[in-house]
Nanobody, 111 residues
Framework: QMQLVESGGGLVQAGGSLRLSCAAS????????MGWYRQAPGKQRAVVAT???????NHAGLVKGRFTISRDNAKNTVYLQMNNLKPEDTAVYYC?????WGQGTQVTVSS
């Protein structure tokens, strides 16, 4: 079974940037939609952004203009570029193909 492995999380000051990567152990070219979700302490997991096989993207209102999702089918990798990070972006970020989930990567934004 294919696995998804996130990386790129860490501690950053407010206003900083991080790029998350989601590496799949198999081909993602046939997967219609890939996405990033996040879960903050005490809150439900929520969608951050999605991207279709054709490259159409949707970003949640809270991150629109600051985060950008992209995918490289040749590298079987999905990215989340996060700019102008805010303390409220602190969460565990998960990559998903909507039938599989990664283990998550922690993003912590200090004020």
């Amino acid at each position: 079974q294919m696995q998804l492995v996130e990386s790129g999380g860490g501690l950053v000051q407010a206003g900083g940037s991080l790029r998350l990567s989601c590496a799949a152990s198999g081909s993602i070219s046939g997967i219609n939609v890939m996405g990033w979700y996040r879960q903050a302490p005490g809150k439900q997991r929520a969608v951050v952004a999605t991207i279709s096989r054709g490259g159409n993207t949707n970003h949640a209102g809270l991150v629109k203009g600051r985060f950008t999702i992209s995918r490289d089918n040749a590298k079987n990798t999905v990215y989340l570029q996060m700019n102008n990070l805010k303390p409220e972006d602190t969460a565990v970020y998960y990559c998903t193909s909507f039938d599989l989930w990664g283990q998550g990567t922690q993003v912590t934004v200090s004020s």
